[in-house]
């Protein structure tokens, strides 16, 4: 029989549309800060009152921000972080990631967003009725139609006039082909079985719902129309993106409670506090440092932790043929010159923050972030002694395997970041450099705008040397799969190892859980081995909430649109 998931309220986003057929994710709380984004996911730390969910208040407006411009407003132009938050405003997805009061916030349940069901025939055959309601932005004003979502999906893989692919077009690789039978039914027929489909739907990096029109009548690079909350007003480049509330959302009308949203642009860190501190911003990460000062400063402040699913990588160029970090003893020394702990409590505070009394656990990112709990491969715990020892502080012993390695006084590289990142980041970039000099790989830091450099060249791998890479990426199986697999636009070291690419490929195939999670252990596993990145530590990070916001520490969720497509349900008292 086919597996028919529909709805009683289809209006109602926290009713479950399909949670991971197969998959069943349901996981600890995990979020995107340290990748640029000012507004996490999070969870309550201990002492912190989260707001309650009383009769809402409507009107009044959301302020927020990004650390940098989007390099392009066309969700489809640019992986960038900074466009996916600006699209994930105004454009609908099918499905959506779930999220509510009694709910783990991280986790990958997927719920109704232009779609108002979804029947799975089989492994390889998705039918989604659209919901009825679903209508684009004015100038079109009008309904969205199974020919709207062929488009979108034509226009991401790039097959359509002469639009380039999407940066991410490999997310729906496996689809063979899309049918749209009637104005309201959509068939999306893989090529092979895909036990995350769903979550992919989902995911903000993928298909953002757009009108037949864009390219013709509608210009993306310039504005936004799509079907989602919030309608695109105005962008200011180095200023702000506005946009007003959608009085005709389909899973509206009371939603979003809000009138306006804005994102600014804020470049610098300090800049962004003081903003949050004066009233300014409704909300921004907090340092421990000024998790103090906002604590003396603001009355009623909300604090809400963000435990890690975001992941920090040293990644190594392609392009340098016999260069040293093709040996694995020379990977595995840079992975043991770093003092991680130390790492996390320079990146993060998490001293400081133990003795504000606030819970901060020193746990490392392996090969996939520690906020995924039961998929992820503990260093600390989990691994073979020979594994854990790759990640242990050992200095003298990174040495005598450079020296092993024919490098004993070491080589001079490239360090390659970027400057518009916030968090973790920048110190994590510092100290990893700091550590490999340590042991005599001479680093020459080259500081690169995000737009410009960083997101074009370094990301897409066309750097030499050393590069600091920092991910926000989906369920486990996609992150194996965006950055090992050969062809993502996120395998920053074009990685192509066949060995791993069967390991992931099975992965992504498998619709079982408990048997696809073993699989995602083995992975991490085999990386282990190979070091074919090395995990740098992320820590908890913290955002504060202004005393009036309603709703914040509820309704959150993980991925590239966090920043934004959870607002819908935030108010002020």
């Known amino acids: ?27 600890a709380s995990a979020a995107l800060i340290g990748c640029g984004a000012i507004a996490p996911s999070a969870s309550v730390p201990a002492g912190a009152k989260p ?186 480049p180095g200023k702000a993106l506005t946009y007003v509330r959608n009085p005709d959302w389909h899973l509206g009308p009371e939603r979003p409670y809000l009138d306006t949203l804005e994102i600014a642009i804020i470049h610098d860190a300090q800049t962004a506090t003081s903003e949050f501190l004066s009233g300014a911003l409704d909300t921004t990460a907090l340092t421990a440092a000024e998790i103090k000062r906002a604590q003396g400063a603001l009355k009623g402040v909300q604090l809400v932790r963000d435990d890690v699913a975001s992941i920090q990588n040293i990644t190594f160029s392609s392009l340098d043929t016999n260069a040293p970090w093709k040996d694995v003893r020379v990977r595995r020394a840079i992975s043991m010159s770093l003092d991680r702990d130390a790492m996390l409590d320079a990146a993060f505070g998490l001293k400081e923050l133990k003795g504000l009394g606030i819970d901060a656990p020193y746990k490392w990112n392996g090969f996939l972030p520690w906020g995924l709990g039961e998929y992820w491969l503990d260093p600390k715990a989990a691994m073979t002694p020979a594994q854990q020892g790759a990640f242990k502080y050992a200095p003298a012993e990174a040495a005598k395997l450079l020296d092993a390695a024919g490098f004993k006084d070491g080589f001079p590289a490239e360090w390659h970041f970027t400057s518009g990142y916030r968090g973790g980041y920048p110190a994590n970039s510092d100290f990893a450099a700091k550590s490999m000099r340590a042991i005599k790989i001479n680093l020459k830091s080259v500081v690169e705008d995000y737009a410009s450099v960083f997101i074009t060249q370094t990301f897409a791998g066309n750097f030499h040397g050393l590069g600091s890479i920092a991910y926000a990426l989906g369920e486990p199986g996609n992150y194996l799969a965006s950055l090992y697999l050969p062809g993502s636009p996120r395998n920053t070291g074009k990685i192509d190892d066949p060995k791993l690419t069967d390991m992931i490929t099975r992965i992504q195939a498998n619709p079982d859980r408990e048997s696809r999670r073993a699989q995602i252990l083995d992975a991490q596993r085999y990386l282990a081995d190979n070091m074919l990145n090395v995990p740098l530590p992320n820590g908890p990070t913290f955002a504060g909430y202004q005393p009036g916001a309603r709703n914040v520490a509820d309704f959150q969720s993980q991925g590239y649109s966090a920043a934004v497509d959870q607002a819908y349900q935030w108010w002020k008292a």
């Open 51 to 236: 707001a309650g969910s009383a009769v809402p208040n409507r009107g009044g407006g959301w302020r927020t921000g990004i650390a940098t411009d989007p390099p392009s407003l066309d969700p489809y132009a640019s992986i960038s972080l900074s466009t996916k938050v600006a699209a994930a405003a105004a454009y609908s997805r099918l499905l959506a990631y779930e999220a509510g009061p009694d709910l783990p916030k991280v986790n990958f349940n997927t719920v109704p967003d232009a779609a108002q069901s979804l029947e799975v025939r089989d492994a390889k055959t998705y039918v989604l009725t659209l919901n009825p309601k679903a209508k684009f932005h004015a100038p079109i004003s009008r309904a969205l139609t199974a020919d709207d979502v062929r488009f979108s999906f034509s226009r991401f893989m790039g097959t359509i006039g002469t639009v380039a692919p999407a940066g991410d077009a490999q997310l729906l690789s496996s689809v063979d082909k899309i049918e749209a039978p009637d104005p309201r039914t959509v068939i999306f027929r893989l090529k092979e079985p895909y036990g995350a489909f769903a979550q992919v739907l989902a995911d903000a990096r993928g298909l953002q719902l757009m009108p037949v029109e864009t390219g013709r009548t509608l210009d993306p690079t310039r504005t936004m129309i799509g079907t989602g909350p919030w309608m695109f007003r105005d962008y200011k």
């Open 1 to 27: 029989m086919p597996e028919v998931r529909r709805l009683s309220r289809p209006v109602t986003r926290r009713r479950m549309l399909t949670s991971m057929g197969a998959t069943g994710l349901g996981l």
